[in-house]
């Protein structure tokens, strides 16, 4: 109950633009290539000079175009602050006040600035369709929707007994933490179908090789492993988000760069 009243409350939050349509031919070619690409990707050695210079330039290149597509869309956080991290892990997010934060391990696992940059406009893409700010109401109304459900099914259960007052209690409290976690998933795999789709459209406007950039998808997915993307998935699984980026890439180049259109 609390799963399915969240994602209905927190359902009318997903993507700002419709996204192209991916078929199960698109996946079946995603996934070949995907288990033809080997095991885990390996790690390069780079100094912490080479890590900063590859993030300042791979920014560098894409920053009028990433503000520019900002602007255009006019409902996210268009002022970025910048952190590199020491972190070696293949990571990075954005979160509020225009917050993005890069991992070390990016680079190391990248195998060229394209790459790097690819991840940087991911993460802008999220602050530029305010997916941050999204998140956190439906976590929020995800928590509330769970705990009265859930604290409404714990009353009638315990109804006319000696502790129906903690059952109940603790059944709103069970709820709330359940309900939070769906509506903070909630259309998250969207979300960063649109991410990508932004990424691919600011790398596209800033002159990057999309086909270079694109292979770090290959990486992740490689690193993951993950063939399917399951319903309580934050990120779609490798051949998924391959997939949406070579529909992405494809309707981009069709149109020149631009924005799609609005979602309904």
Known sequence: MALTGACLLCG???AVHRLP???DGNLNVAQTEVQGAGGPPPRRAVTDEEVVETMRSALHRIRPPADQVCREMNIGVCEWKFRWSRDRSMNAGAGPSGLILVNRGIVEYAANEEEVALVIAHEIGHQAANHVATGQRNKAIGAAVGAILLGALGAAASYGSYDGASVTRAAANAGSDIGGAIGGLSYSKEQEREADYLA???????????????????????A?????TGMLDSHPAGPERIAGWDRAVEEIRMSNGRLPQRAS
Do not use: H, P, W
């Not at 999309?210 to 490689?222: E, H, N, P, V």
């Not at 993951?224 to 399917?228: I, L, M």
């Open 21 to 23: 349509q991916i078929n």
């Open 200 to 222: 691919a459209v600011i790398l596209y406007r800033s002159g990057v090789d999309l086909d270079k950039a694109r292979g770090f998808l290959l990486t992740m997915a490689r």
């Open 224 to 228: 993951s492993g993950r063939k399917e």
């Open 12 to 14: 009318c939050s997903g």
